[in-house]
């Protein structure tokens, strides 16, 4: 078996502007650079033989290049069920379409349907037993974030590996638009 999920990367310039929000919430598991993505599709735990099914289904989406933009921040969950923290992206059509061809291959692989509301984001740190005031104060204090443009020429496939300091991403194949 192994873990994937289909993603933008973030250059590393985005990645480090990011970083300078990475301060103010206590045990916050901060994401390094490398980590930092736009999920489109996450597929889970896969059999070997349903990950080569996956790369060929996502060999076939056609797309061209697009724009995206990172705008605000929040927080996954409410009160004490507070778990992540997270930089918004910008409504784009043409990455909802990505999404959606995303979940189409990853259906015609053979995998179930992915029944969350997809919200693009940046997860910036994990959270455990946050206090919900300084959430909401770190919120206030970036919610006013927005990147430059980011250029979407290509999106890859990832498997991640979970450890003590967190999850460690690899990329597995890479899908030019």
Known sequence: MIRLFAALAIPDDIGRALQTRQAGLEGARWRPLEALHVT???MGDVRQDVARDLDAELLKIVGRPFDIALEGVGSFADGADI???WA???ESPELRRLADACEAAARRAGLAPDRRR???HVTLAYLKRADPAE???WIQAHN???SPPIRVERF???SSTLGG???RYRLEAQYPL
């Open 40 to 42: 489109l599709r996450f």
């Open 83 to 85: 778990h992540a923290v």
């Open 88 to 90: 918004g992206v910008g």
């Open 118 to 120: 997809y919200r693009p």
């Open 135 to 137: 959430v909401a104060v």
């Open 144 to 146: 006013l974030l927005r």
């Open 156 to 158: 890859g496939l990832y």
């Open 165 to 167: 300091e967190g999850s």
